[in-house]
C-alpha cells in the first residue's frame, strides 16, 4: 500500500528532489530548528502554567503543602505515563542521544520526539527538583534525527540534524543562539567541517527566533548586569573558577550515588514514593529546590534576599549576615540529593538547569563572603552569574557553552574576562579529577561510547569475536623440534600456538624464536616445543573492549595476539584485520 503523505511532508519531499544535497540540507535544519524551538517553547510554557495554576489558590497557612505533596504526585505520574505508555523504557539524558550516535546509527526512537516533553512537564511542571533543558535537548535531537530518517538522508547528514535539533532545543530555552550551536558542537558531535556549522548556525537560529517570538522575556532566563567588570578582582575570580571545579567534582560523584540509590528500588512506584518523599522533605526545609529554582538565582543576583528564604521553616530564625549565607551553602550542597531523588525515582529532568542553579549559588556564597570579612568593592551580582558558568563547564566538560551561555543571557560581554578565568579554571581542575563529564562516564567505563574521540567512537563499534581467526595450527607442548619444523614448512603462519589436550593455551611460538636452532638436525630430537615456547606478550578476551585490545598492541609491538576465553584457546586477533574493519567502518559512518 502507498504511504500516503502528509501536504507538509509531500511538499518537503518535492524539495528533497528538486534542491541539490547541500541546499536540501540548509532547508532541513531550518525545519528542524523551528519546530525544536516549537517543542521547547511548549514545554516551558506548559511547565510554569502548571506550576502557577497549582500554587495559586494555596494561602499562606497552607505554604507547606505543595512542596509535600506536588512534586509526588508529579514524579507518580511520570512513572505512571512511562510504565503504561512507553514499556518503561525513557531514554534519559545527553548519554542517551551519545549512545545513538556511535552505536545507533544517530537513530533515536520517534516516541522521543514528544514523550520527554510530557514526562518532564510533570516531573517539573509539580515542582521536582531538576531542570528542562535535557528533556529539549531529546526531543530537538529526536525531531531531527527522526526528520533524517524520513528523507532518507545518509549516517553524516543524520547526525548532523540530530545534533541541529539539540542546538535549537537549547537556543530557544535560553534565547542563546550561540550556546546552542557550541552545546551541539563540545557535547555531542564527534568532529566538525566547516560546512557543518551553517546547518548548525541556521537552526539554532531559527529554535531562538521561535522561542523569541512567542515567549518574549516571560518565560525567558535573563539577567541585567548591574556593575562592570574590574580588573582589581581577577584574583577573586580565579578563586572562583577553582572552587568551582572542586564543586563540579562533588557534583559529578555524588550525583550518580544518589541517582543510584533511588534507582536499585525493586518496583517502579516504589522508587517513586520514596523520591518524592525524600523530595517533599527537603523542599520543605529548603522551598527554593521547588522546581528548576531560576527565580532563586535572580533574587540573589539582585539582592532580593527575603524571596529566598520566604516560606522556608528556618524564615524566623536565619536573620544574620553569616546565618543566610550557611543557609544558602547548604542548600547548594543539598541540591545534588534533591535533583538526584527527582531523577532516579522516576521522574524526568536534567542537570543543566541544576549546574547553573548551584553555580549561581556559588558565586553568591564567595563574593557574600568575601564582603563579610571586610573586603569592599565585591559585586556579588556579577559573581553569582559567573560562578554559572563556572559549574556548568564543569559537569557538561562543555567551558564555551558556559561561557556563551552567559553572555548571551546578560545581554552582553562585558564579563567575558572573569567568564573564561572560571570556565577554563573549573575545566581544569574538574578534568584532572573526572576525565569524562557525568553524562558519558558511566557509559565511558563500559567502552560504549566516545563521541569525542573520533577514533575511540569507530573503535567501540567493532567486536573482537567478530574478528577472530582460527586458522593457525597448534602443536602440544611435547613435540620435538624436528615434529615442529615438519609442521611449520606445511604451514603458511609463522605463530603457532601451543596447547595442552584440553585445549588450554600454555604459550606461542614464532619463526623468530625458532630461527636460530630450526635447521640445527641435531637438535631435532633433544629440544622439545615445551622448552621452545614463550608467554604470549599480552592475551584477549572475547569481550574486550577494542580500544583495550588497540592499546595491548600498541604497549606489546606485536601484530597478531591470542584470544583466550575461560583459559581456553580460541584464536588470535591481529591488528591488520582490526586496521581493515576500522576503515570500512569510517566509510560507512560518513556514506551511508
Not at 516551558?44 to 506550576?51: A, E, I, N
Not at 525524600?278 to 523542599?283: D, G, N, P
Not at 615442529?484 to 623468530?512: C, Y
Request: proline share 4%.
Amino acid at each position: 500500500m502507498t504511504k500516503i503523505l502528509h501536504p507538509v511532508e509531500r511538499t518537503i519531499e518535492w524539495l528533497h528532489n528538486k534542491l541539490d544535497k547541500k541546499q536540501f540540507l540548509i532547508l532541513s535544519s531550518i525545519f528542524v530548528g523551528l519546530t525544536a524551538g516549537l517543542a521547547a517553547v511548549i514545554l516551558k510554557w506548559l511547565v510554569h502554567q502548571t506550576q502557577h495554576l497549582i500554587t495559586q489558590d494555596y494561602g499562606s497557612e497552607y505554604q507547606y503543602i505543595p512542596g509535600l505533596i506536588l512534586p509526588l504526585i508529579g514524579i507518580l505520574l511520570t512513572v505512571f505515563y512511562v510504565t503504561k505508555f512507553l514499556k518503561g523504557k525513557l531514554g534519559r539524558g545527553n548519554s542517551n542521544i551519545l549512545y545513538a550516535i556511535a552505536k545507533k546509527s544517530s537513530n533515536l526512537p520517534k516516541d522521543q520526539m514528544y514523550s520527554h516533553v510530557i514526562t518532564s512537564a510533570l516531573t517539573v511542571g509539580f515542582g521536582g527538583s531538576a531542570g528542562l533543558e535535557s528533556p529539549i535537548v531529546t526531543t530537538g535531537a529526536a525531531i531531527g534525527s527522526n526528520y533524517a530518517k524520513t528523507y532518507h538522508l545518509t549516517y553524516k547528514d543524520r547526525t548532523l540534524l540530530l545534533a541541529s535539533g539539540a542546538a535549537a532545543g537549547i537556543a530557544a530555552a535560553f534565547s542563546a543562539p550561540v550556546a546552542g550551536l557550541l552545546f551541539a558542537l563540545e557535547v555531542l558531535l564527534v568532529d566538525v567541517t566547516i560546512s557543518a556549522f551553517i546547518p548548525l548556525m541556521i537552526a539554532a537560529a531559527s529554535g531562538a527566533l521561535m522561542s523569541r517570538i512567542i515567549l518574549g522575556d516571560d518565560v525567558l532566563f535573563t539577567f541585567d548586569l548591574q556593575q562592570v567588570f574590574n580588573y582589581k578582582n581577577v584574583p577573586w575570580y580565579m578563586l572562583l573558577g577553582i572552587l568551582c571545579g572542586f564543586f563540579c567534582v562533588y557534583y559529578s560523584r555524588m550525583f550518580p550515588k544518589v541517582d543510584g540509590f533511588f534507582k536499585k528500588k525493586k518496583f517502579p512506584y516504589t522508587s517513586a514514593i520514596a523520591g518524592g518523599l525524600t523530595l517533599a522533605v527537603l523542599i520543605w526545609l529548603f522551598p527554593s529546590l521547588f522546581g528548576e529554582g531560576y527565580s532563586s538565582i535572580k533574587n540573589l543576583a539582585d539582592g532580593n534576599y527575603d524571596n529566598v528564604m520566604k516560606n522556608s521553616l528556618f524564615e524566623d530564625y536565619v536573620t544574620s549576615g553569616a546565618g543566610f549565607l550557611l543557609f544558602i551553602t547548604v542548600i547548594m550542597l543539598i541540591k545534588v540529593f534533591a535533583v538526584g531523588a527527582t531523577i532516579g525515582s522516576g521522574g524526568n529532568g536534567g542537570n543543566f538547569a541544576p549546574a547553573l542553579f548551584t553555580g549561581g549559588y556559588l558565586g553568591f556564597v564567595f563574593s557574600r563572603g568575601l564582603e563579610l570579612l571586610g573586603i569592599n568593592n565585591i559585586p556579588i551580582a556579577n559573581f553569582t552569574i559567573v560562578g554559572m558558568s563556572g559549574v556548568l563547564t564543569g559537569i557538561f566538560h562543555a567551558p564555551l557553552t558556559g561561557i556563551f551561555l552567559i553572555a548571551e543571557i546578560t545581554g552582553g560581554y562585558e564579563l567575558m574576562i572573569p567568564l573564561l578565568i572560571v570556565s577554563a579554571l573549573s575545566y581544569s581542575v574538574v578534568k584532572y579529577f573526572e576525565p569524562f563529564s557525568m553524562d558519558t562516564k558511566k557509559m565511558a567505563k563500559k567502552g560504549h561510547i566516545f563521541t569525542q574521540d573520533r577514533d575511540r567512537n569507530i573503535l567501540s563499534t567493532l567486536k573482537v569475536r567478530k574478528i577472530i581467526e582460527t586458522g593457525f595450527q597448534t602443536v602440544l607442548p611435547s613435540l620435538k623440534l624436528g615434529e615442529l619444523v615438519e609442521i611449520v614448512s606445511k604451514s603458511q603462519r609463522n605463530i603457532f600456538p601451543v596447547i595442552d589436550k584440553d585445549g588450554k593455551l600454555l604459550g606461542i611460538i614464532t619463526l623468530d624464536h625458532i630461527r636460530e636452532v630450526m635447521f640445527r638436525h641435531d637438535k631435532y630430537d633433544k629440544v622439545s616445543v615445551e622448552q621452545l615456547m614463550r608467554p604470549p606478550a599480552a592475551i584477549v578476551q572475547p569481550e574486550d573492549d577494542m580500544y583495550a585490545v588497540m592499546k595491548k598492541f600498541d604497549e606489546t609491538g606485536a601484530w597478531n595476539l591470542p584470544v583466550v576465553e575461560n583459559d581456553m584457546y580460541v584464536g588470535f586477533v591481529s591488528k591488520s584485520s582490526i586496521f581493515t574493519k576500522y576503515r570500512s567502518q569510517l566509510i560507512r559512518s560518513t556514506t551511508e
